[in-house]
């Protein structure tokens, strides 16, 4: 099992957190690209915009299973399992909840806000890239991964 951090919005941040919550209540995340590009699966990592070549892993490292640390505005918002395979479709279907276009199915949603009440002590986690899979057990956002999914566990 792997965690990762991963922002769910589109470049529109005045929109972040609304983009986010929507997708977290129609049980999926995903991530789209600002060129016109086909699902991930059938193209090589090398064709992709040179700034979005990490997003390649949201297809081919990301598991079933794996923890994923929601971030809007650099704040963790929430905590969710990947329980679907990488999936594309070719045009955008905000109707259904979703703005993206390359997307995995979710659950056991858990809200940032409702683990730390106290929003004075919300970490400020600084988040620089689209995606990112966590793999130094000493970073903050891999011990507040640890952290959380062990207080649920008691």
Same mark, same amino acid.
């Not at 949603?109 to 966590?134: F, Q, S």
């Given at each position: ?7 769910? +919005? ?6 972040? #957190?609304? $983009? ?29 915009? %040179?700034?979005? /070549?990490? &997003?390649?892993?949201?297809? $081919? %490292?990301?598991?079933?299973?794996? +923890?994923?640390?929601?971030?809007? +505005? +650099? ?5 969710? /399992?990947?329980?679907?395979? &990488?999936? &594309? ?12 276009? $390359?997307?995995?199915? #979710?659950?056991?949603? /858990? ?8 929003? /004075?002590?919300?970490? &400020? ?30």
């Amino acid at each position: 099992m792997t965690y990762w951090r991963m922002q769910v +919005h589109p470049g529109d941040s005045d929109q972040a #957190i609304k $983009h986010t919550v929507e997708s977290l209540s129609a049980k999926y995340i995903g991530l789209d690209f600002v060129t016109d590009t086909p699902d991930l699966k059938t193209i090589s990592q090398e064709a992709l915009p %040179e700034n979005q /070549r990490n &997003y390649w892993a949201f297809a $081919h %490292e990301m598991q079933i299973g794996d +923890h994923v640390l929601l971030f809007a +505005h +650099h704040f963790p918002l929430a905590l969710v /399992r990947v329980v679907g395979d &990488y999936n &594309y479709i070719r045009e955008k279907a905000p109707e259904i909840g979703v703005w993206f276009r $390359h997307f995995r199915k #979710i659950d056991d949603v /858990r809200y940032y806000g409702d683990y730390i009440t106290d929003a /004075r002590r919300w970490e &400020y986690l600084t988040m620089t890239a689209t995606i990112t899979p966590l793999r130094d057990p000493n970073t903050a956002s891999f011990k507040l991964i640890d952290e959380w999914l062990g207080i649920s566990k008691q």
